[in-house]
Structure formats: structure tokens, C-alpha cells
């Protein structure tokens, strides 16, 4: 039986999701060229709220679009004889644009590492910066996040699984240890 700790409430969720919004205009000068792209699973609701809170206090749309990176990971073998690959779904063209990639946890890296090569095969962005709600820490490759929600020091043996409504029908960060 593993114990586990809320470490962030649904209230906390919504508050680091708007200040990413923020600091992600302020970063940028603006909006313009800015398009959110959600990894999946949870990144991709992650990356809708921080559309919507955009649209709140600026009054503008910015376009959010879908990644599966599950054919760009370097474990794909030991998972399974048959990965479930879920659509790709970005409508605008990502050339010359912002894209600014949209996580739960960042823990290795490897996930946003499979993520740049999947956005190097739909175009050549301006730039990519990364957006995540937690930040473990552990990084097996030299990769950082622009935006973070809260950094949650963690030990290897630790889960952090983020719980958003869209997917799992509540709101939540908990860490557990088994």
C-alpha cells in the first residue's frame, strides 16, 4: 500500500495555470504568435485552461493543438507490443510561430525530448518553450521548462501523478511513495 500527499488542491492548479498564462504573454510581447501545444494526456487540458485564462484578461483566442509523441519515445519497446497512439491534431502551421509545448510533470526530460522531434516533423517553429505544472527534477537530458507551476523536489522512488477533471473527474497533484 503506498502513502500519499496532496501537494497541490484544485485552487492551487487554477493559480499556477493563470500565472503561466501571464508570465507566457509577458515572455512574449504578446500573443500573436503564440500557439499552446498539449502533450498528451494531461498536457492537452492543461493547455485549453491556459487558453482560457488568456482569453479571460486579454480577449484573444490563442490556438491550442494536440501532440501524441507516442511513436517519437525511446522506451516505445518496453511498452508493450502494441503502444496506444492517439491523434496528432494542430490546425494552424507552426513555421515561424511560438509553439509553446504544455506538460503535467517534467521529470527526465525524455518525454519533451520526443515532443521537439515530433514538432520538428509538422515545421519549424520560431522558437519552443516549455510549460509545466510540476517539476520534479531528475533530468536525464539537458532539458528545462520556460514556465513552471510549482517545483516539487522529489526522490526517484516518489509518483507524482497530477488528477485534472477533464480526464479523471477531479482536480489534484499528490505524491506518493510505495
Same mark, same amino acid.
Given at each position: 500500500?503506498? /502513502? ?18 501571464? /508570465? ?8 500573436? /504568435? ?123 522512488? /516518489? ?20
Amino acid at each position: 500500500m503506498s /502513502e500519499q500527499k496532496q501537494i497541490l488542491t484544485p485552487d492551487d492548479i487554477r493559480r499556477a495555470l493563470v500565472r503561466i498564462a501571464h /508570465e507566457i504573454d509577458e515572455r512574449n510581447g504578446g500573443l500573436q /504568435e503564440v500557439i499552446l501545444v498539449g502533450i498528451r494526456q494531461r498536457g492537452v487540458p492543461l493547455a485549453e485552461r491556459i487558453a482560457a485564462s488568456i482569453a479571460d484578461f486579454e480577449g484573444i483566442r490563442v490556438p491550442v493543438g494536440q501532440l501524441d509523441i507516442t511513436l517519437y519515445r525511446d522506451d516505445l519497446r518496453m511498452r508493450g507490443p502494441t503502444p496506444l497512439v492517439r491523434k496528432t491534431e494542430i490546425q494552424h502551421d507552426l513555421t515561424d510561430k511560438v509553439v509553446v509545448l504544455v506538460d503535467d510533470v517534467l521529470y527526465t526530460g525524455r518525454t519533451v525530448r520526443a515532443a521537439l522531434d515530433a514538432i520538428a516533423d509538422l515545421g519549424r517553429p520560431a522558437c519552443i518553450q516549455l510549460a509545466v505544472l510540476i517539476d520534479r527534477g531528475h533530468r536525464e537530458l539537458p532539458i528545462r521548462a520556460d514556465f513552471v507551476g510549482k517545483n516539487v523536489p522529489t526522490s526517484r522512488s /516518489e509518483r507524482v501523478a497530477v488528477h485534472v477533471r477533464e480526464i479523471d473527474g477531479q482536480d489534484g497533484v499528490v505524491i506518493s511513495r510505495a
